[in-house]
Nanobody
Framework: QVRLEESGGGLVQAGTSLRLSCAASGRIFRIGVMGWYRQAPGKQRELVAFVTDGGLARYSDIAKGRFTVSRENGTMVSLQMNSLNVEDTAVYYC??????????????WGQGTQVTVSS
């Protein structure tokens, strides 16, 4: 069984940066795409960014120009978030697809890490 574990969340001031990390562990045969979703209070979960197992990164509009997603050794994914604002406050979830498929078909999820941005 594969587990995803996030780290790096916390309380920061607007305009600062934060880095989230996610590591997969367990009986890993193959992990395809890995990425990040977030869910703010009262809102639906939304895709932030993802990176394929080939290293191709894609960003949603909320992340472009401020966030950078990267992948290390195939089982770890990070999200560098710069110029944070209060609208970035949310629970951030690491997501991955075991085997081929899209990020929208993720079948592996972390427990989530809280990011709170104060004004």
């Amino acid at each position: 069984q594969v587990r995803l574990e996030e780290s790096g969340g916390g309380l920061v001031q607007a305009g600062t940066s934060l880095r989230l990390s996610c590591a997969a562990s367990g009986r890993i045969f193959r992990i395809g795409v890995m990425g990040w979703y977030r869910q703010a209070p009262g809102k639906q979960r939304e895709l932030v960014a993802f990176v394929t197992d080939g290293g191709l990164a894609r960003y949603s509009d909320i992340a472009k120009g401020r966030f950078t997603v990267s992948r290390e050794n195939g089982t770890m994914v990070s999200l560098q978030m710069n110029s944070l604002n209060v609208e970035d406050t949310a629970v951030y979830y690491c997501a991955a697809k075991s085997g081929p498929g899209s990020i929208e078909a993720s079948d592996l999820w972390g427990q989530g890490t809280q990011v709170t941005v104060s004004s």
